[in-house]
């Protein structure tokens, strides 16, 4: 059967607009001890290099896992990063694993652990 829960998807926009998970009031309706994790992110290096003025991350965590339930993001190469964070998802990741990933920087990718 194939496995549907962490999809990731994106709208190629400029920038570029990605989700993958729940959205915040479907996690609330299952009463998670949520946490959203909210950041404008337009001013970080990797967006700054770009010349990107418009960038912004909410993900969601389960406080009683530290799993991820949902990402939002929107930003420049974010679609790549919604894979990551769908990949996270899908093998059951903490957020202190993701976050004891080394990435190559300034990557949007290195920004992945100052989002959590």
């Known amino acids: 059967m194939p496995d549907y829960a962490a999809i990731p998807t994106a709208v190629f926009t400029i920038p570029e607009l990605a989700r993958v998970g729940m959205l915040e009031q479907e996690a609330r309706d299952q009463d998670l001890d949520l946490e959203v994790r909210y950041h404008d992110t337009s001013n970080w290096y990797s967006n700054y290099r770009t010349g990107e003025t418009t960038a912004a991350a909410k993900i969601l965590i ?43 920087y300034p990557t949007v990718g290195s920004d992945l652990g100052s989002m959590l």
Request: proline share 2%; no cysteine; hydrophobic share 45%.
């Open 62 to 104: 389960d406080r009683t896992s530290d799993r991820i339930v949902g990402a939002h993001l929107l930003g420049p190469e974010y679609a790549e990063l919604i894979n990551v964070l769908g990949l996270a998802m899908k093998l059951g990741l903490t957020t202190r694993q993701v976050k004891s990933m080394t990435a190559a």
